[in-house]
């Protein structure tokens, strides 16, 4: 996405400056653990030395880890644009998911989840006292002083101003798809045999252990085949391809006689349907997040 933008930018001539930073090390470590600001002081000096040599007309910020650079910002009095693509704001493992959805931030709920989660389960000393709580709540203080936010969906829109923050600043911006890119839209073409394709990875919430359960109602059509993308274990009657390349994706997606995309948690957006409708697809989704509106 980012680097969308910045090509949009120079395209119309205007100067862009990237910088980023890989975050590494003990001291980030702790500042992953205990950071009830939610400011790495290490990167905000730096955010703060790069904006005052530069002197932008404007950041454009992608979540960090934690609000370093909107803090700088603030901090040099840079108008400042937040990229919100993922739930950041209000969960500390992004996707407002546990177990089944979440209706948003508390120390009880924030604290299981994390313990739950498989890959911060490392963290928790982020759901002790108060600490998660104020990290949180420094997140959407400082969303609510910039001057813009950028979301993927209306449904990430609503969950923003559920917590507070102005609609006026709130901008939807979908995600698209670059035809220029695209397979030929067109019927598929291997013959007689149709394919049910499911693209996702293992993780509960792509609900692929859903689509087995559809598919093992649907085994008995004819000439009928049931594809996992992205899944490295076949599971009868659903044949696991693994993960692919973009071009392979396209390929199989414009061979597919329908594209199943049964998310359980409340994405943002959701690449999959749009790609597979680009292409003349049908799409069958569960109605949650950013799905509900295409």
């Known amino acids: 996405m980012a680097k969308s933008v910045i090509e949009s930018f120079k395209h119309r001539q205007i100067s862009v400056l990237a910088k980023g930073f890989i975050r590494k ?28 040599e530069y002197c932008p007309n404007v950041l454009l910020s992608w979540y960090d880890y934690d609000t370093s650079s909107l803090a700088a910002a603030l901090t040099v009095k840079i108008p400042t644009i937040a990229a919100v693509h993922a739930h950041w704001p209000i969960c500390p493992t992004w996707n407002l998911w546990n177990s089944e959805s979440c209706i948003g931030p508390s120390r009880k709920r924030c604290y299981s989840h ?23 709540r420094k997140r959407l203080q400082r969303l609510g002083k910039i001057e813009a936010i950028v979301v993927p969906s209306n449904f990430m829109k609503t969950e923003l101003v559920k917590q507070g923050l102005d609609p006026w600043r709130i901008h939807v911006i979908y995600n698209g ?52 993308v992205g899944h490295g274990v076949s599971i009868d009657p659903v044949k696991a391809i693994g993960y692919v390349s973009k071009k392979d994706l396209s390929s199989i997606l414009k061979e597919a006689a329908v594209v199943v995309y049964p998310s359980l948690w409340d994405e943002p957006f959701g690449l999959v349907p749009i790609e597979a409708m680009a292409m003349g697809k049908p799409v069958v989704a569960y109605s949650v997040g950013g799905c509900q509106r295409r």
Do not use: C, W
Request: glycine letters at 8%.
């Open 114 to 136: 994390m313990l739950l989660h498989r890959n911060m389960i490392y963290r928790p000393l982020s759901g002790f006292g108060a600490n998660l709580q104020l990290a949180i």
């Open 25 to 52: 090390g003990a001291f980030h470590k702790i500042s992953e653990l205990i950071n009830p600001l939610d400011i790495n002081p290490v990167y905000y000096g730096r955010y703060i030395r790069i904006m005052r």
């Open 177 to 228: 798809i670059d035809f220029r890119k695209s397979v030929t839209i067109g019927p598929a073409t291997s013959g007689s045999t149709r394919n049910v394709v499911f693209v996702g990875n293992t993780l509960e919430t792509k609900g692929f252990l859903d689509y087995v359960r559809m598919a093992k109602v649907l085994k008995g059509l004819q000439n009928t085949q049931f594809l996992a």
